[in-house]
């Protein structure tokens, strides 16, 4: 039989990766804090929990797809008198962590968990909302092959490639740490071309795909200047998220004396944008910090 899993947190990722473990025939039981969302979602197949200690008793393996380590450890061990999942989990139960986290905090919740008798992953996520919803995501992974064991088929299910870096926490974390030092810089790096392209009086839409099509070109490029183009700032992943992620970045180098020249510029870019209103923007948004530019406007809407 396969093991009853446990998603917490149907967001942009989470939600996608809901649907890719209903997709492959788990049970399914899922929580989220807006109830709602939850019970919509459980109509297509699944169980909707009304409480975080609900899931961690009904599930075998737990999987967290929320924000940060602040919203994992309330996840786990509860909060405003709410208790969290870990109190009612089984022994010998697996909790993956999805989360972009400091590597060193990841080793220590391993610790953590472990005298409560639970299995951990540490495996963060890359690959966008539309990955997440067609199982086609990466998952950079570290844990104890009997976690593996319990959890690999979830896992599976979720990522097209599901990366095991180590038997022990914090490779995952590293490793994913690194992806988004890439990942923040490409994106500042694709905005300061883009301003300068506008601010010189080139079309846009022409940048663009010169761009996609020459040796300039990057995914993030590509990806989120098309945002640019539409005007579409809705939200897939926040300017906050990379002030957080690389912040991360410049935590975890800082305690080595390791010098990121590039990744400290994309920061300060990223919390300019934060400051000046767009926190909640599309992390394209962080084009709009630059003076003197006109940004393509939304098509207009036909009466």
């Known amino acids: ?69 602040a919203q994992t450890e309330s996840v786990l061990f509860g909060s405003a008198g709410q208790p969290g999942c870990a109190a009612s989990m089984k022994p010998g139960s697996v909790f993956v962590m999805c989360s972009t986290v400091d590597p060193n905090w990841s080793i220590a919740l391993e610790a953590r968990l472990a005298e409560l008798g639970i299995l951990y992953i540490d495996a963060p996520i890359s690959g966008g909302a539309a990955k997440a919803a067609s199982g086609q995501m990466t998952m950079m992974s570290s844990g104890r092959p009997e976690a593996y064991a319990l959890a690999e088929p979830a896992l599976n299910a979720m990522a097209a490639k599901v990366y095991k870096l180590g038997e022990r926490a914090g490779a995952g974390s590293k490793v994913k740490i690194i992806n988004q030092l890439l990942a923040g810089v490409h994106i500042a790096a694709a905005a300061e071309a883009m301003a300068l392209g506008l601010r010189e009086g080139v079309d846009a839409a022409a940048l663009y795909e010169v761009i996609t099509h020459s040796a300039g070109n990057s995914w993030m490029f590509e990806n989120r200047m098309a945002h640019v183009l539409a005007a579409d700032y809705r939200p897939l992943s926040a300017v906050d998220i990379f002030v957080k992620d690389l912040g991360i970045v410049l935590d975890v180098a800082r305690a080595s004396k390791f010098p990121l020249p590039l990744s400290s510029t994309a920061h300060q870019m990223f919390m300019q944008a934060s400051t000046a209103g767009f926190a909640r923007e599309d992390d394209s948004a962080v084009i709009k910090i630059f003076p003197g530019i006109e940004l393509p406007q939304p098509p207009a809407q036909a009466e």
Not at 27 to 46: I, K, S
């Open 1 to 69: 039989m396969q093991p009853s899993i446990g998603l917490i947190g149907l967001g942009a990722m989470g939600g996608g990766m809901a649907q890719s473990l209903r997709r492959a025939g788990h049970a399914l039981h899922v929580y989220d804090v807006r109830a709602e969302v939850a019970q919509a979602f459980a109509q297509d197949g699944g169980t909707a929990c009304a409480t975080l200690a609900e899931l961690g008793a009904a599930s075998d393996v737990v999987v967290s797809v929320v924000v940060n380590a």
